[in-house]
């Protein structure tokens, strides 16, 4: 019977603590990770790949027009992304660096943008490189567990990013 009693009791306590801390940041940035920016880097990432295996060199890169307007496309939505996370809906309640991440995203998605109007293969791969670098410096900020799960690089994409 005490013990029944006591429960509502600490469950009181428990969300009255947790009205004393900051107010949470409502956006949804895993989400936003998860289903938006990591699927468009990905397309970004693999439209130019050098793969080296068993069965030699080879270089994938976009051939058709619609290939490259994919490629620039995913660099624009980057940019756009970038812009978001600079917003004050969701940089409302992070430290100052935050919005100099997002804009550090944004400045690296508008060069390979500029890339791939040039439809210049190397210079995408080479700026596929420094957007890996980007999301990782914001993620070792502000990623809960950082380089965890390492999930800015995915399987074939593996081999063009340089392993930090
Ligand atoms: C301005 C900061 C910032 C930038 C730039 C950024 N991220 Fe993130 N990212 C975060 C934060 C914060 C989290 C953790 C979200 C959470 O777990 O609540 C995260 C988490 C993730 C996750 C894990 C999502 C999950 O389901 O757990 C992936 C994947 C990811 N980011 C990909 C990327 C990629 C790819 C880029 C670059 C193109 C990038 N991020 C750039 C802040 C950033």
């Known amino acids: 019977m ?3 009693s006591a429960a509502p009791l600490l469950l009181a306590l428990a969300s009255a603590g947790c009205n004393n801390q ?11 990770m998860a289903t938006q920016v990591q699927p468009t880097a990905e397309t970004y990432w693999n439209s130019v790949q050098y793969i080296s295996d068993a069965a030699g060199s080879r270089k994938i890169e976009p051939k058709t027009d619609a290939d490259w307007a994919r490629t620039q496309e995913a660099a624009a939505k980057l940019r756009e992304y970038g812009e978001k996370m600079k917003s004050p809906a969701v940089s409302a309640g992070r ?27 190397d210079k995408v791969f080479q700026i596929g490189g420094s957007i890996y670098n980007v999301c990782s410096a914001c993620h070792e900020v502000y990623m809960p567990s950082p380089g965890g799960g390492s999930p800015a690089v995915a399987g074939a994409t593996a081999a063009e990013t340089p392993a930090k």
């Open 95 to 121: 430290g100052t660096d935050w919005a100099d991440y997002a804009q550090g995203l944004t400045d690296i998605a508008t060069q390979a943008e500029q890339a791939a109007k040039e439809r210049n293969p």
């Open 2 to 4: 005490k013990l029944k």
């Open 22 to 32: 900051p107010t949470p940041v409502a956006f949804d940035v895993k989400a936003l």
